[in-house]
């Protein structure tokens, strides 16, 4: 038997991840169900402006935040607040219970997400560029 591994090509492995998907997050979590995702991006505006962008990611009725940018120009004028407040309707909305950030552990996107609401539920040391991550929830029920 011969096995060997390769980097594969852009759309090389399209195919198998249609097929398997599924398949290898029901084994993993060992939870079969219909895994859907779904992703909204949420825009503030100040004067017609975009002041900066939400990206949401539902999945299995739980929502995470995968980016929240307000360019330093409209810092501190509620427009990240206003983002992260719209993300949690939408969040319950699909009935999620809880939603999610990581983030610099004890570094300013902290202390912001403090401010609108959210608890640290871990702290994962050295875990993304090697430097401590909070896992930070906020329950909406
Ligand atoms: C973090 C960020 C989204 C905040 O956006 P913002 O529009 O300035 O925040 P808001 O004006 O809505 O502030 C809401 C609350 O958070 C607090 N806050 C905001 N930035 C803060 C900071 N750097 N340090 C401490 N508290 C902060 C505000 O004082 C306010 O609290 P208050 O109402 O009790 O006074 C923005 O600074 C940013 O884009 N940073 C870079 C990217 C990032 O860290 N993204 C978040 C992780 S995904």
């Known amino acids: 038997m011969s096995l060997e591994t ?3 090509k852009p759309g090389d492995t399209d195919a198998f991840w249609k097929a398997h998907d599924r398949d290898w997050r029901s084994e993993l979590w060992n939870f079969r169900v219909v895994w859907h995702e779904q992703t909204h991006d949420l825009i503030a505006r100040e004067d017609g ?5 939400l990206r949401l990611r539902i999945a299995a009725s739980l929502g995470h935040v995968d980016a929240l940018y ?3 120009a409209h810092r501190l004028r509620g427009a990240g607040r206003a983002l992260v407040t ?3 309707e939408l969040s319950n909305y699909y009935n ?4 999610t950030v990581p983030v610099f552990h004890e570094h300013a996107a902290q202390a912001f997400f403090l401010a ?4 640290v539920e871990a702290v994962i040391p050295q875990h ?3 430097l401590d991550v909070a896992l930070l929830r906020k329950f909406l029920l």
Do not use: S
Not at 49 to 53: R, S, T
Not at 116 to 119: L, Q
């Open 6 to 8: 390769e980097v594969a």
């Open 96 to 99: 999620c219970h809880k939603v």
């Open 116 to 119: 609108c609401g959210y608890a």
């Open 70 to 72: 307000v360019v330093p």
């Open 128 to 130: 993304t560029f090697k």
């Open 86 to 88: 719209r993300a949690e």
């Open 49 to 53: 402006e975009i002041a900066g962008a």
